[in-house]
Nanobody
Framework: QVQLVESGGGLVQAGGSLRLSCAASGRTFSSYTMGWFRQAPGKEREFVAA????????SYADSVKGRFTISRDNAKNTVYLQMNSLKPEDTAVYYCAADNMPYTTTIRKRRGDFGSWGQGTQVTVSS
């Protein structure tokens, strides 16, 4: 099990930027794919982005492609989500998550593939 703590959420105007961070502890961070999901009020939690354990491969939801960038620093046990050109529809609680299995060869995107979750951080984008 890994413990995850997100930070960096807040209120921003449309077109602005935020950088979310997720600090991990409890198991070998560098062995696991890390992901970001989000959940807006009344909606299902959805995949946003993920980065493989090696850091070489990333994947994004179509709705954020070209605006968001996921990265990781394995020396600091931290994964980041840089969010640019934010839109009101990006408003949600953002969750960091760790894949259940180490050293996966592809990025998995289903909620059930991620077994460790942070408490979430609120991102609100005003129009």
């Amino acid at each position: 099990q890994v413990q995850l703590v997100e930070s960096g959420g807040g209120l921003v105007q449309a077109g602005g930027s935020l950088r979310l961070s997720c600090a991990a502890s409890g198991r070998t961070f560098s062995s696991y794919t890390m992901g970001w999901f989000r959940q807006a009020p009344g909606k299902e939690r959805e995949f946003v982005a993920a980065i493989m354990w090696s850091g070489r491969t990333t994947s994004y939801a179509d709705s954020v492609k070209g605006r968001f960038t996921i990265s990781r620093d394995n020396a600091k046990n931290t994964v980041y989500l840089q969010m640019n050109s934010l839109k009101p529809e990006d408003t949600a609680v953002y969750y960091c998550a760790a894949d259940n299995m180490p050293y996966t060869t592809t990025i998995r995107k289903r909620r059930g593939d991620f077994g460790s979750w942070g408490q979430g951080t609120q991102v609100t984008v005003s129009s």
